[in-house]
């Protein structure tokens, strides 16, 4: 810690009252200071669901979405009128009122938040000076930690009023994790308040003029930036809604506008926990260090908006990093961080700051305030290696019982309860074995204790993870691009069928549903119908009166095709068929009938190429050409 960051008067001044500056606006200033947050809210949660999916998708080697939009930026958007449009639903047996009333409450609270985060100084708006922030309180910085806590309560009614179990189970959890994690969160504000001497969020601002708080007090923003996570409900911390174990969590039973305030809420409380981590710890709107070298008034007008909005980004980068790189945890192991590991260390971690702070205060020699630090550090490292001790002799008792516990089911077949073959045995016979030695894992931990592999360097692991997906983030995406224009398609797809038409506009079809017996999903329907002289479609005496084509059961196998005698039937490469409604993918005969060319004449009229339909077959082909050729129609043979 700097001299500069401990000076006590640096606190004083920090401390002073900024509130001067609030409750003096005009009231249209307010309303413009409140819509604006409330659309930058908005406007954020678009972009952080489209930078989220985007993002991902270059981790993964994709593109994400492109296609809504100039580089798919309004796929949010339309996600959200699909949303708003889709049937609105409420189970039976629930309670309504809160079952209505829950995704409002979760998402009211996270907006109330954001009305005490300072943006930028005070700045000439419409020839009215006023700070770029709608309101400080002399408590501002405890209302974010009141209205997270009251958010929770949505989670849990929507869960409890919904009278599902799986619902249930994720408001439990949700309302669990949060309170656990919201106390570590807690007690990472309390290093900030000692060092600011204020609870003013404009105020902790000005307190790291000089130095950021992310620096000064590391522990405390590092255990930060995981309380945050957890207490949004995102991976790897997402047990409130693990789909793998209780479907959707506290929203299983929601859909529609409901389920997009849920959505909201989740959204909007990621941007604030971003903007207080800013505030707290990254030194707020001030530039970052060197910038005021280069740009000397960084600081003033509305320069800092545009510092701190760069910093929220990279926070809220952060999510979609973690997200992309650590997997979800178990639910002991997300309790045991938060009870056991968080906890405890921010409890040691404040008192010392507390200590080191007083002294300062109390203007005590340098060399006792070093060795107040030097003794904090060497208990510090003291209770980490008793951990580390204690660790190691755990690890190797659990190995040494499943180990025994291995023998054991080797030797008896009867262990455990009930005979069971054991479980390294062959399938069927087969050679393979069925899983892992259960012995294979304390050989591992054996390995690493005798190679001397701190359990502590285990916890580094995710930073390998994290390494993996932001340089893979880089790389080229190989995967191809729906193209804008479409690609002529190759002949030797099989696509949506063609009835072809003789040279002269009569129909091929003889209706004999030889390719109706030969479909394999029963997607063909046929009925024929007698041709007379006045009313003549086909060459025969029979034609295909109705013709349909199930495309929702066809699996363009082509047997249908290979049945046909007549070559009346063929198909073309055009495969992508889609539709809103299943009606319309059931093909009718008007809809399949190929167009009339040149020379063509609508049936039903005489025959022109023959007096029988002989001559149709023996010379309509070879002498008139058919409509059915591969190069004219794009058909498949």
């Known amino acids: 810690m700097t001299p500069a960051a401990l000076d006590p008067r640096a606190a004083v001044l920090a401390s002073e009252s900024t509130l001067s500056a609030f409750g003096n606006d005009p009231w249209w200033i307010t309303t413009i200071k409140a819509l604006a947050i409330f659309v930058f809210l908005m406007i954020c949660v678009l972009m952080m669901i489209m930078a989220d999916r985007k993002v991902m998708g270059r981790m993964q080697q994709r593109h994400g979405p492109n296609r809504m939009g100039p580089f798919g930026l309004l796929q949010s958007l339309f996600d959200g009128i699909k949303l708003s449009l889709k049937e609105d639903l409420i189970p039976r047996g629930v309670d309504r009122f809160v079952y209505i009333a829950a995704p409002m409450i979760a998402a009211i609270p996270a907006f109330l938040a954001f009305s005490v985060i300072p943006i930028g100084p005070e700045v000439n708006l419409f020839g009215v000076m006023t700070p770029l922030q709608l309101t400080d309180l002399p408590i501002a910085a405890l209302l974010v ?45 309390v290093a900030v308040f000692i060092m600011a001497g204020t609870l003013t969020t404009s105020g902790i601002v000005a307190a790291q003029e000089n130095l950021w708080f992310a620096v000064l007090l590391l522990p405390s923003f590092l255990i930060y930036i995981v309380t945050m996570v957890g207490e949004t409900n995102r991976l790897p911390f997402d047990l409130a809604e693990g789909e793998g174990e209780i479907v959707g969590g506290f929203m299983t039973e929601y859909g529609s506008m409901k389920f997009t305030m849920f959505f909201l809420a989740e959204y909007v409380n990621m941007c604030t926990v971003a903007a207080v981590s800013v505030t707290l710890f990254l030194g707020g709107w001030y530039a970052p260090p060197g910038v005021t070298a280069i740009l000397p008034g960084a600081n003033e007008g509305w320069w800092p908006a545009l510092w701190w909005l760069l910093k929220f980004v990279a926070v809220m980068f952060l999510f979609i990093w973690a997200r992309g790189s650590l997997p979800r945890v178990r639910y002991d192991q997300l309790m045991k961080l938060g009870w056991k590991v968080l906890i405890p260390i921010q409890l040691v971690w404040i008192t010392g700051v507390a200590v080191v702070r007083m002294l300062v205060i109390d203007d005590a020699h ?27 002799r755990e690890r190797a008792e659990e190995a040494r019982q499943r180990a025994e516990n291995a023998r054991r089911a080797h030797k008896e077949p009867s262990f455990g309860g009930f005979p069971v073959p054991p479980s390294t045995a062959a399938h069927y016979g087969s050679s393979v074995l069925a899983e892992p030695s259960r012995t294979a894992t304390a050989a591992t931990a054996e390995r690493n204790q005798k190679k001397g592999r701190l359990p502590v360097l285990e916890w580094l692991n995710p930073v390998k993870g994290f390494g993996v997906t932001f340089h893979t983030m880089f790389k080229k995406v190989p995967t191809v691009e729906y193209p804008e224009v479409k690609r002529p398609t190759a002949p030797r797809f099989h696509g949506r069928h063609q009835l072809n038409r003789w040279a002269d506009g009569l129909e091929k079809c003889i209706g004999c549903e030889l390719c109706a017996w ?36 066809c699996i363009l196998c082509g047997l249908c095709v290979e049945a046909c005698p007549t070559r009346a039937l063929t198909m073309t490469n055009e495969y992508e068929l889609a539709d809103d409604n299943r009606q319309s993918l059931i093909w009718t005969k008007e809809q399949l009938l190929a167009p009339l060319r040149e020379g063509m004449e609508q049936p039903p009229h005489p025959m022109r190429l023959g007096d029988t339909d002989h001559d149709y077959y023996a010379t309509g082909r070879g002498e008139h050409g058919t409509q059915d050729r591969p190069e004219n129609t794009g058909a498949v043979r």
Do not use: H
């Open 145 to 189: 930690l009141a209205t997270a806590a009251l958010g929770v309560y949505g989670f849990v009614l929507g869960g409890w009023a919904s009278q599902s179990p799986y619902a249930l189970l994720g408001g439990l959890r949700a309302s669990a994790q949060v309170i656990s994690y919201e106390i570590a969160m807690g007690l990472s504000f």
């Open 366 to 392: 340098p060399l006792v305030i070093a060795a107040v630090v030097a003794g904090f550090t060497v208990a510090t490292v003291a209770a980490i290696a008793a951990w580390v001790r204690f660790v190691r």
């Open 518 to 553: 030969a479909c394999p999903a029963d997607a063909i329907y046929v009925e024929a119908g007698d041709n007379t002289e006045d009313d003549r479609y086909s060459p025969g005496e029979r034609y295909g009166r109705v013709y349909q084509i199930n495309y929702l059961r």
